[in-house]
Structures are given as structure tokens and as C-alpha cells.
């Protein structure tokens, strides 16, 4: 088997759940033996890099696709950076501060919000591991717009936009971020980069923005706890993440060496093999 790029998730996939930074014991080993035989981890996110970082430096990461593809990067080298549009930025400037949806934009260094409550700031600036909070007024760019809601507030306000943007609505958010940046395109960007090919490439996700990477990878992996909708995306759908199914997945694609469990992996519509 030659080199596979490795791409993981955070949230709920890394990380034990949403709002940690709790990375199981089981998955660093697996990481770590990825790395030895060869195979390049990375992480596909729609955190920002600041956001990314802590976690990437404990599993010694260095490729990062973050903001869902529109910033990516090689330790310190920039690789590829999508910013939002001036006119769609200047819409949501003029339109955020009055808005009950709890609005937010980052860049690569802070998040720009009025939100004023003291868990979710006490959270951001943990992860930054410095004040990362800005108001609207200190916003001149951005790589993802938001509004915590799922309402129609975030579209109606770009629409004039849109041609600029992807917009993406879940029952608990709306995200905007620019056209043609996907977490898919940016791990293509990674691996021509590199010289590698898409059939390089084994994906590890729970989310809805883990579908297209999930189902273009050469395998995609599901994590257990995952919807249905996105497990039925997948080549595999693995242990949940507390219960070591980072390890158990690389072990029965033959990513890393260990005993396979003939009960444990659900294999899913295409043949789920890195071999």
C-alpha cells in the first residue's frame, strides 16, 4: 500500500464532543501509527487555523484544511487562502449588529461577534489561547460569515451576493463562506500540491460538511454517533470515537497493523478498502 493522506475531522470526530478538546487516547495511538507507516494525517475543518492549532500540535499535524476549505495550510506556509467577498463583507457589517440571530465572522486570528455570552467567549479565547474576540466595528475581512439560527436572516441579508458565496443552512446554523470552497476542494488542493491523487485520500467525519469528502475520498469513514445521513455517505461507519473507532477503522482498512474484529466494521456500499 503506498502513502495515504488521512484526513480527520474535529468535532465529534477528534474531539471527544463539540466544545472539548478531549482527544482520546485511542486516536492518538492512531494517528501516531498512521505517521509510522507512512500515511500523512490531516485535518479538514470548519474551525478557523487559530482554532485548529492546539489540536493539530498534539497530534503533530502540520496539513490543515480549515474554514471549510477556504484556508489552507502546511505548518506555517499558506497554501490557499478564500476570502469573502468586499461586497458580501460590507452586507453583513451594515446588517449584523442589529441582528437576534447571534452573528459572527473569523478570519484567521479572531472571531468578530457582540455575543456576550461568557461560556462561548471563555471557550473561543481557550482554544486561541489568547483574546480572540472582536467587535463588528474591527471586521475588514473574513474567511466564514454566520448566523447561529437557521432562519433566513443570513441569506436575505447576501443575497445580492450570493453569486460570491456558498451557503450552507443546518437546523442550528447558517454559513457562508466563498464560492467553490469546500472541504473537498481544499483537500484536492492539498494532495495536487503533493503530487498525490484523489484515490490518495481516506476521509473521517460526523457532520454534514463531511459529506462530500466522505463520498469522494477513496474511503470515506463514518464515526459512530454520526446521523444516518451521513453514515450513509460513507464507504465504513466506525466505533464512536470513545470507544477507540479512529483505531478500529485504520486497523481494518489496513491503514496501521493490529487485530482486525470481524464484528465491529460496518461496511458501507463501495468496497471500503485502502489496499
Known amino acids: 500500500m503506498g502513502p495515504k493522506y488521512v484526513f480527520f475531522d474535529i468535532d465529534g470526530t477528534l474531539v471527544s464532543h463539540v466544545g472539548t478538546s478531549h ?10 501509527l498512521l505517521r509510522q507507516n507512512g500515511h500523512i494525517p490531516a485535518i479538514a475543518t470548519a474551525r478557523s487555523s487559530f482554532l485548529t492549532h492546539r489540536v493539530a500540535r498534539e497530534l503533530d499535524i502540520d496539513l490543515l484544511v480549515c474554514c471549510n476549505g477556504a484556508h489552507i495550510l502546511n505548518g506555517t506556509e499558506v497554501l490557499s487562502a478564500s476570502w469573502i467577498s468586499d461586497e458580501a463583507l460590507r452586507l453583513f457589517r451594515r446588517a449584523a449588529p442589529c441582528c437576534s440571530d447571534h452573528p459572527a465572522a ?112 477513496s474511503v470515506g469513514v463514518a464515526v459512530g454517533g454520526a446521523p444516518d445521513t451521513i453514515k450513509a455517505a460513507a464507504d465504513l461507519v466506525t466505533n464512536d470515537i470513545d470507544e477507540g473507532g479512529i483505531l478500529r477503522a485504520c486497523i481494518d482498512l489496513g491503514l496501521i497493523d493490529g487485530p482486525k474484529d470481524e464484528g465491529t466494521p460496518n461496511f458501507m456500499g463501495r468496497n471500503a478498502s485502502c489496499g
Open 23 to 32: 482527544i482520546p487516547g485511542a486516536t492518538r495511538r492512531a494517528v501516531a
Open 106 to 217: 473569523i478570519d484567521d486570528r479572531y472571531v468578530y461577534t457582540e455575543d456576550q455570552d461568557q461560556e462561548f467567549r471563555d471557550y473561543l479565547n481557550g482554544q486561541a489561547g489568547y483574546s480572540c474576540i472582536r467587535p463588528f466595528t474591527r471586521l475588514h475581512r473574513a474567511f466564514l460569515l454566520y448566523a447561529f439560527s437557521s432562519g433566513p436572516w443570513l441569506p436575505a441579508v447576501l443575497e445580492t451576493a450570493s453569486q460570491d458565496l456558498a451557503l450552507e443552512r443546518t437546523p442550528h446554523f447558517t454559513e457562508a463562506r466563498p464560492a467553490g470552497t469546500s472541504k473537498w476542494a481544499g483537500i484536492l488542493t492539498v494532495v495536487r500540491r503533493f503530487g498525490a491523487a484523489p484515490g490518495d485520500v481516506v476521509a473521517f467525519g460526523d457532520g454534514t460538511n463531511d459529506v462530500e469528502m466522505l463520498r469522494s475520498a
